[in-house]
């Protein structure tokens, strides 16, 4: 399944947090907040795309939609 997921530019939740500098945990915090990038949940886990990526750290990270 990551394998397709990925073709489509989907990266698994663990790895953003890991490549922006974040906690997994801080990652899944902003997501519940509501702040995190864009995402969707296949068989329980949490991919991002790399647009929803790029226009999260365009629009500020977490503090573009609060601060």
Known sequence: M???LREFGYIPEAEVAAGIGLTEGTLATYRKQGVAPDHCEVARAIYYSKEAIA??????????KDQ
């Open 55 to 64: 226009a999260w750290l365009k629009a500020g990270g977490s503090r573009g």
């Open 2 to 4: 990551t394998a397709l």
